[in-house]
């Protein structure tokens, strides 16, 4: 069998070939164009999202030169829009993870609510998620009365099958899902105005969704998944207490938790990992910093460094941060903090303070902050991580991934594919032809690139 796995990011959208008999065939990154960002304003153009998915998606095949049976489809989970139902025509912006402006939305609620909103979605009330931003979107906008207001991944489904319909794993990041029950809240939909019946179809994330006829031919679709929780199913954290950090335009720490559906008691989110037709599922406590790649494209734009690459060479270019202290809040905090007003800071520079101490600084309280969630996991596991699983661009700094391995004092094991996400949806797809086990040829088995010991103190 041969899967197109698509990962539709925020900077870019990333497209896979996967053969059950030579593995990975072709991978193909389209930048995503069209981000605009202002303070507290991040948002994307949503017909450029689609050009990419579709130039990502006919790229890869070409360059394989394979014909693909079937294709599976990975989101950026929190990210929204109105469009028109009929038409499936975007009529707003895309409003990004990171946007920032429904605190205003979020701030009004009271403790009360905040409460009962946590127990039932397992998730903060946070601007962050889903459900704040599609209310933001409602109040700001004058919509049709027929528009729909939506996650992106339902508005890319539709408009590649026809079909308006997300998965279990996407929908519990809304802060609208009952994960219980796996039905739309009512108490979370009343609280943030939002209609249940005009909300999208729920479906495992194995799935047969559809036809696509935009890559060639007609596709079935089939296996639908939000980007961190794939990641979490391709590095083969399938029981309780095995967790993954991917390090990419923010960095996501998940630990897997088993299949009840606990609230944190450490300040934790806690989502669907995955729901299968089967009934087989699993769910995740995470924590976030929102800014990882961000900050790195940040110390480019500011002129710190010039290249990725350059993190390494600056920062091993000096033996610490000599004071310097960076914690990169460039988009509020996440877990267990939940301060979306939070900014970044530097502190502790001077007269002799260089490039290469805040490079090493900012490595450093990026590698300080998914420490702390490590702890903060081990809290809500009821015992201590023995290895923490890694992927994403950052992975390639070593100056990172050591820091990270001796601030955790715990391995550190390095994905072997730039593509954990695709070809997690791509395990999606192989079970949903194949049947329960079938995915275990992408989620098992693999070996680190590199595993990173801390040092002895």
Known sequence: MIILAI????????????????????????????????????????????????????????????????????????????WDRATGTALTPALSWQDRRAHVITDGFSPQLRDELWSTTGLPVDPYFAAPKMTWLKRNYQLPTDAVISTIDAFVNYRLTGR??????????????????????????????????????????????????????????????????????????????????????????LANVGAAHPRSTAGLATSLAWVFADGTRAS??????????????????????????????????????AGVVFEPAFAGRGAPVWDPAKRAQIT???????????????????????????????????????????DGGL????????????GLGLPVEVYPHTCATALGVAAATLRGFAGPGAEAEITAGWQPSRTFHPKQR
């Open 7 to 82: 990962d539709q990011g925020t900077s870019a959208t990333k497209a896979v070939v996967w053969c059950q008999a030579r593995g990975i065939l072709s991978e193909v990154d389209v930048p995503v164009r069209g981000l605009t960002f202002t303070v507290d304003c991040i948002e994307q153009d949503p017909e450029l999202l689609i050009e990419s998915v579709i130039k990502a998606g006919r790229a890869t095949i070409e360059q394989s030169g394979a014909r693909i049976d079937a294709v599976g489809l990975g989101n950026q989970g929190e990210t929204v829009l109105a």
């Open 164 to 253: 308006y319909a997300t998965d279990f794993s996407t929908a519990s990041r809304t802060q609208l899902l009952d994960p219980r029950t796996l039905r739309w809240s009512t108490t979370a939909c009343n609280a943030y105005e939002i209609d249940p019946d005009s909300l999208p179809e729920l479906l495992p994330c194995d799935a047969q969704v559809g036809t696509t006829e935009v890559f060639g031919g007609s596709l079935p679709v089939v296996g639908l998944m939000v980007d961190q929780q794939a990641a979490l199913f391709a590095e083969g954290c399938d029981v309780r207490g095995l967790a993954k950090c991917t390090y990419g335009t923010g960095a996501f720490l």
């Open 284 to 321: 995740c406590i995470d924590g976030q910093v929102y800014s990882a790649g961000a900050g790195v494209s940040w110390l480019g734009r500011v002129g710190f460094i010039k290249d990725p690459i350059d993190l390494d060479i600056l920062a091993m270019s000096v033996p610490d941060s």
């Open 348 to 390: 502790g520079l001077s007269l002799s303070t260089t490039s290469a101490h805040i490079v090493h600084a900012f490595l450093t309280g990026l590698a300080a902050e998914i420490t702390a969630l490590a702890r903060a996991v081990e809290i809500d596991l009821g015992g201590p991580l023995k290895v923490l699983r890694v």
């Open 395 to 406: 992975t390639n700094s070593e100056v990172l991934m050591q820091l990270q391995a001796d």
